[in-house]
């Protein structure tokens, strides 16, 4: 496969990547955090091609992305008062939030036997607007072969995936360039399960309450 290179300042390029999306080709796109790998989250191909890609194995869930709030709901099968006030502060941005998914639409080859789903807004234009482009939720972890640094531009995304991805949209490099941190919002108490730009002092701050530390423990909550 030819992997190409779509500048991320062209309206058409992003069209062209969006079209990619809903047809199920895997495509890396700049967010505010690092470079991530998308893919057609409801459809099971379109899925299967980000692990086959990245080498990435197979029990890690992925996180979606959305670029509007109603996507949330048609994903979340519950979303706390809670989870609303952090959405309000750091949406977009680098936060990303684990609610119990809607069974019947989050499919389990997304969550990996998971009963929870992981989303965020990324706070990046040329992503927001490829997402609203695409119209659907895209899956998208990190654009890089498993266990690799994350790509923070388009240069080291081509350097792991080239010729394993359909395209990638150049929109130079990632500000923040550390992944997002993950605060597990399902439970009766939340959980941060990756640490990342947004720290726990944050987030206790607007939510009024402890949060506690489950570093390393993302993806590894009990299965259904
Ligand atoms: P990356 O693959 O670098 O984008 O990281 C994605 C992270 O999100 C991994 O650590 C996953 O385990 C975590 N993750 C995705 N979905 C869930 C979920 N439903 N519950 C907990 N963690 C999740
Ligand atoms: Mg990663």
Not at 57 to 84: F, G, H, N, R, Y
Not at 152 to 171: F, M, P, S, T
Not at 192 to 209: W, Y
């Amino acid at each position: 496969m030819i992997t190409r290179i779509l500048p991320g300042q062209s309206d058409s390029a992003l069209q062209e990547a969006a079209e990619l999306l809903r047809c199920g080709a895997t495509v890396a796109f700049p967010t505010d955090t690092v470079y991530g790998l998308g893919a057609h989250a409801l459809n099971a191909e379109a899925v299967h091609k980000i692990y086959e890609a990245k080498g990435r194995p197979s029990d890690k869930p992925l996180i979606i992305l959305i670029c509007d709030k109603t996507q949330l709901d048609m994903l979340a099968a519950d979303v706390p008062e809670q989870a609303q006030k952090l959405m309000d502060v750091f949406w977009p941005g680098p936060l990303t939030l684990v609610f119990q998914k809607k069974a019947d639409v989050v499919p389990d080859y997304v969550t990996r036997g998971f009963e929870t789903v992981a989303v965020r807004m990324p706070n990046h234009p040329v992503a927001l607007n490829l997402l609203k482009k695409a119209e659907v939720p895209v899956a998208a972890p990190s654009a890089n072969l498993s266990g690799n640094p994350s790509a923070v531009n388009a240069e080291q995304v081509i350097k792991d995936l080239d010729g394993r991805i359909a395209a990638v949209v150049d929109g130079g490099s990632c500000q923040v360039g550390i992944a997002s941190t993950i605060l597990d919002m399902s439970g009766t108490v939340p959980v941060i399960l990756r640490q990342g730009s947004v720290t726990k002092a944050q987030l206790e701050a607007v939510l009024g309450q402890p949060v506690e530390d489950g570093f390393g423990s993302a993806g590894k909550q009990v299965k259904a």
